[in-house]
Every structure is written in C-alpha cells, then in structure tokens.
C-alpha cells in the first residue's frame, strides 16, 4: 500500500468513527425519545381530562344544587308543578342538550334501566358501569376511561339512588302527578322502591387519541433531533478536521519527509495540548537526525 493510501485510509478511519458515534447518538435518541414522548403525552391527557371532568362535574353539582335549594321550595309553596323545578335530573338534562348542541363531545347523561324517558336508557358502556353500581350498593363513585358512540371519553359516574322524594314522580302510576303520566306515559319509570340503585349520572370528556397526538409529537421530537444532530454533525466534523485531523496530517507528511531525508525545514505547530506535544517531538527527532547526519558528514 502506497503512503498516499495509508494517509486517506487514516484520514477516513478518524472521521468515520467520529461520524458513527454521532450517529449512534442519534438513534439512541430516538430510541430513548419516542417512548418518552408517549408517555407524556399520554400523562398530559389524562391531567387535561381530569381537569376538565372536575369542572364539568362541579357544574352540574352546581344546577342540581340550584333545583334544590331554590326551585323547588318555591314550586312546591306556590303548589305549582314544573318537572325541571322539581327535579335536578331533567334539568340538568336539559340544560345538557343545549351544552351537547354546541359541545357534541362532551356527555352529560343521567340513565337508568327504569326510565321515564327512553332516550334515558344506558348504551352498553354505560349499562355495565350501571350494573357494577347495582351489584355493589357500598360503590360511590367511578372515575375510568371508556368508549361511548366510538369516541375515548374519561367519565365520572355516580349511582342514583331512590330517595322517598323521588316516589312523587316513580311511584305508582296511578298516584303521580298527571303532568307525568301524559308526558312520559305509564310503561316505564315507575315503581321505583326507597334505597334502590335506580340508575346513575354519567359525566364523560373526550380522552384525545393518544396514539396519534403522540405520533405527531414524535415526529415534531425528531425532526428536532435531527436539526440538532445535523447542526451538531457539521460543527464537530469541522473542528475535528481542523483541530484534530489537518494538524496531524501536517505531522505525518513532515515525518515522511523526515523519512525521505528532507531535514532542513522545522516544524512549527503552536499547540499546548497532545498534538503540540507530539510536534515537538517529531520536530526534536528532526533535529537529533540533523545533528546525526552533520557529525556523519564531518567524519567522513
């Protein structure tokens, strides 16, 4: 192999293993990166979500509250009858269909098994949450992800359960008010018993996808990490070759003409690190083979 080949082959070894373990960084900070991402973005969801079901819950707590404390004393004073003033639950769920109106992925729902209104049914993620609440009456609260009408939905359910003041409305058919009877008709939602699980809220807030907001965030992560790496690629190549492969390059040609007997031109490489240290000593054993070649010279 010719000297010209053992210095690009040099040349090309140093950089190659610089550019590999760059390299190597790179793709550890992907491996390291997407997951990480995932995680919290699937962190931040679910904070996100939770924060907005205590608000949505807090809400409706507060319209229930309202019937309670102030509609409904003054309806049953004035001896005048208003389903919505008397019951928490159909106003809530009316004010539910305007909010549903301008926030279709939101869920305010009140449902039972036994309802007077049939749109009050439970759809099947619903129905098992309820089922759950019936079979364990010491159950107060539930706080899970689900799938309602396709869609990720954090919900917050709680049981409804039958209290003598909701006999007014579900008790015997026969004894509610008439208001009752010819708006809801006589087949369901009655005969409700003290103490039963007669149904349940169901407060629910859209979960984002998870997968695909993560997605979107890997790849925003890695076109990040590749700017950077690039950045960080071209910055180091060229202070490696001007730092560390160009100087001793200068090195080795001046060896080689050491070598090749050229002795009478220094080396002059102003360094204070390693390659400074082995200049001089090339240029020292420059020196040594000049003084050499003198005294050879002089005895002959």
Known sequence: MSDQDSGATARGSVARRFNLALAGLYL?????????????????????????????????????????????????????????????IVATAKVAKN???K???????????NPLNPANLPKPAERELLSRFQA????????????LDDQGVLVSAEPMVSKPGCLRC????????????????RNSGYLYRVGDTVG?????????????????RSLYGIGFLTLLFALIFATINQLVRR???????????????????KLDQALVLQRDD???????SVELLRRSFAQLMKRMGKSS
């Open 99 to 101: 909010f549903h109106d």
């Open 28 to 88: 550890l900070a992907i491996l390291i990166s997407a997951p990480a991402i995932y995680w919290f973005t699937q962190r931040q969801v679910e904070a996100q979500a939770r924060t907005e079901l205590e608000m949505l819950v807090d809400m409706v707590a507060s319209i229930k509250g309202y019937v309670a404390a102030d509609l409904r004393p003054y309806f049953l004073k004035n001896g005048l009858f208003h389903t919505p003033g008397f019951s928490g």
């Open 243 to 261: 730092y560390l492969i160009a100087p001793l390059l200068t090195i080795t040609d001046f060896a080689k003409s050491i070598a090749k007997g």
């Open 136 to 147: 364990n009456p010491a159950l107060t609260g539930l706080t899970e992800a689900v799938t």
């Open 200 to 216: 349940m809220s169901v407060i629910g807030v859209p979960l984002a996808d998870v997968k695909q907001l993560a997605l979107e």
């Open 274 to 280: 390693e390659i400074g240290a082995l200049a001089r």
């Open 170 to 185: 579900h008790g015997d058919p026969d004894q509610v008010p008439t208001e009752i009877t010819s708006e809801y008709g």
């Open 103 to 113: 926030q279709p992925r939101y869920t305010i729902r009140s449902v039972s098994d």
